[in-house]
């Protein structure tokens, strides 16, 4: 079972061993890509590229020299990272047949450990979203929707019903990424998280999605949305593999002056026995509205356990949280103003074939480039910064925002270590009814459980619980204290092994899984 | 208190992005409305947070050319060029006023 039982560490024992080899695990990832089509994760399927980067690193076992432990692992990455010689869209009409001229630092750094690009994952445009249902290549679908554990739990209204039509979303704007890895086409995904987007895809799909700190990784490359918040994110099926890729591509990065300067150490997560000695924040405000019951139920029971493992939890109380979407609508929109400006046409991407003036062709170019959702946070954010607004809205906000960066340095100097939340409101919902609100409000909504640690900048990763009672996975959110990931990893490690969460059940992983298997059985390895 | 046209036209001349449509003009309104419940928080007293590493001096590399020499790679990617320019429309020439520009506003 290679492609999925198979942890990581697991995966890499095996290639080492040669039970396995890296191109037929590039041509497994590869092949379930196509079978998982309709699932729209990708946007682009790298198969070439991935093929040569598989061989070169099946050379490297071969000589007993593999580059490390992510050497030959397929991986993929969002479509909003640059990717030398491979198209990045960040699924806007925008940027659709731009080629990348270089690697962002993030993809370079896999590379360099070898691993193999399989692809560029989908997106909501320009990672605006909470869906990923809004980018110009359409919507991802959950892999959920096509599990037997779903399908046994969903009613069918009528049996005229057309099946299909039940699917659920992603969540994103990561969606992609997260697809990718719940599905099984690859062992690790990055995303990027601003306001959630790693982590709330992550919850949907059943994978750990992490939100490093704020300056820990790298965003060089990686085609920014709001640079006070923005961080790459990383999804795994473990949190075992989520530290083996922070271990990867954290460190500080000469062309990110945002990247701190300190040095950094990658770890191994110890299997923690004891947890007596934690401190367990649980901050009352993330009962927000429209929690459902079942995660309500379901953050109680996971307090319990710690609690009956010996660990002190602790209510705690974060009062500007109910402030930070409010917060975060203002200061993103102000910054995305700002760096949607670049997108004009005249060096990269999408060009209007108006010639009049230098303006009417900038103005033609993002008419046509841009889809509502950008196009409306552009000219929010403009509102914003107009002189007569800039303190009452913008400047305010950013007050706003140390208050709400306050809270959370209050608490963790009151002697908690971890802060224990949900990480969406409710499991994922039908496409057909996500659409009915518009993406601002969607976005409102949906981050409210997941904003505030960006606007504080502190680590978070959501842990896959259980399913819910429509057999869909839902999961709670560990936010740590800055930099210490080490000890955020440790905890969430520590909570996935009690909680013991389900393998997704996928026909079509399960024929490509047959099929390796007896592969196995009858292959003889040197 | 609705936003103005003068202040709509304005905006789409420094956006250079347009409304569209009065569903984009709503759009603005009900963000401004959203916005404005930041008013409900007391911020005396409050420094502005630009970012949460203002604790920590920012790097600054040396002034030493490491890289370039990429001209024609960086040029692959734009649709007019000549030699090793890039081409743009003629400059200049301001946008046309909200009367003669084709857009939604007009009829606002």
């Known amino acids: ?526 | 208190e609705k936003v103005t046209v003068e202040v709509l036209d304005h905006l789409e001349h420094l956006a250079l992005v347009d409304f569209r449509d009065s569903e984009g003009v709503e759009r603005l309104q009900k963000a401004i409305q959203f916005a404005d419940q930041l008013h409900e928080v007391n911020t005396d007293g409050i420094e502005p947070m630009d970012s949460v590493l203002e604790d920590r001096c920012l790097y600054l590399r040396e002034d030493d050319v490491t890289e370039g020499n990429c001209t024609k790679e960086l040029l692959k990617n734009a649709r007019e060029k000549v030699e090793e320019y890039f081409v743009a429309p003629p400059g200049n020439i301001p946008l046309p006023k909200l009367e003669e520009r084709d857009t939604f506003l007009q009829g606002f």
């Not at chain 1, 070898?114 to 990923?132: H, Q, R």
């Not at chain 1, 969606?175 to 086409?185: I, K």
């Not at chain 1, 085609?223 to 530290?243: E, K, Y």
């Not at chain 1, 100097?413 to 802060?419: A, E, K, N, Q, Y």
């Open chain 1, 1 to 526: 079972a290679a492609l999925t039982g198979a942890l990581r560490f697991q995966v890499s024992a095996a290639l080492k061993e040669g039970r396995v080899t890296p191109t037929e695990l590039c041509q497994k990832c590869l092949s379930l890509i196509k079978s998982t089509k309709f699932l729209n994760a990708y946007i682009t399927v790298a198969e070439e590229t991935a093929l040569k980067q598989a061989e070169e690193s099946e050379k490297r076992y071969r000589r007993g020299q593999p580059l490390g432990a992510l050497d030959g692992i397929p991986v993929a990455v969002k479509d909003n990272f640059n990717t030398a010689g491979i198209e990045t869209t960040c699924a806007s009409n925008m940027l659709k047949g731009y080629i990348s001229p270089y690697n962002a630092t993030v993809v370079q750094k896999l590379l360099d450990q070898g691993a193999v690009l399989l692809g560029k994952t989908n997106l909501d445009e320009f990672a605006m979203g909470s869906g990923s249902t809004d980018g110009v290549f359409g919507p991802v679908r959950n892999p959920w929707s096509y599990s037997r554990q779903y399908k046994e739990k969903s009613v069918p209204k009528s049996h005229s019903e057309d099946k299909e039509s039940n699917w659920v979303i992603t969540g994103g704007s990561s969606g992609g990424s997260a697809a990718a890895v719940s599905s099984f086409t690859c062992f690790a995904a990055l995303g990027s998280d601003t306001g959630g987007s790693t982590r709330n895809p992550a919850a949907h799909c059943g994978v750990v999605g992490l939100k490093p700190t704020y300056g820990l990784i790298s965003r060089h490359g990686l085609i920014p949305l709001v640079n006070s918040m923005d961080v790459p994110g990383i999804l795994t099926r473990c949190v075992d593999d989520a530290a083996v890729v922070l271990g990867s591509l954290a460190g500080h990065d000469p062309k990110d002056s945002t990247t701190i300067q300190d040095d950094f150490k990658p770890f191994e997560l110890p299997d923690l026995t004891d947890v007596s000695k934690l401190s367990i924040g649980i901050p009352k405000e993330y009962h927000a509205p429209g929690l459902s019951s079942e995660i309500l139920a379901l953050w109680s029971k996971a307090a319990d356990l710690f609690k009956n493992a010996g660990a002190k939890v602790i209510e705690v109380s974060l009062p500007h949280t109910c402030y930070s979407i409010v917060c975060y609508h203002v200061l993103c929109a102000a910054e995305v103003a700002s760096n949607m400006a670049r997108f004009d046409g005249l060096e990269y991407g999408h060009r209007s074939g108006m010639n009049k003036s230098t303006e009417s062709m900038y103005a033609a170019t993002r008419r046509e480039g841009f889809n509502d959702v950008v196009r409306g946070r552009i000219l929010s954010g403009n509102y914003f910064l107009l002189k007569q607004n800039y303190d009452n809205y913008f400047v305010k906000a950013q007050k706003v925002r140390r208050l709400i960066a306050n809270d959370f340095v209050k608490v963790f100097r009151s002697g908690v270590d971890i802060l224990l939340t949900p990480t969406t409101l409710s499991d994922a919902v039908p496409y057909m009814e996500f659409i009915k609100e518009d993406n601002r409000t969607r976005s409102a909504q949906d981050d409210i459980l997941t904003q505030a640690a960006n606007m504080a900048g502190l680590p978070a990763v959501n842990v896959p619980t259980a399913l819910s009672e429509r057999g869909l996975p839902v999961g709670l959110q560990f936010i740590g204290r800055s930099f210490q990931e080490k000890q955020l990893l440790t905890v969430a490690k520590w909570f996935e092994k009690q909680v013991k969460f389900p393998m997704i059940q996928l026909e079509e992983v399960k024929r490509h899984d047959h099929r390796g298997f007896q592969h196995q059985k009858s292959a003889s390895f040197s």
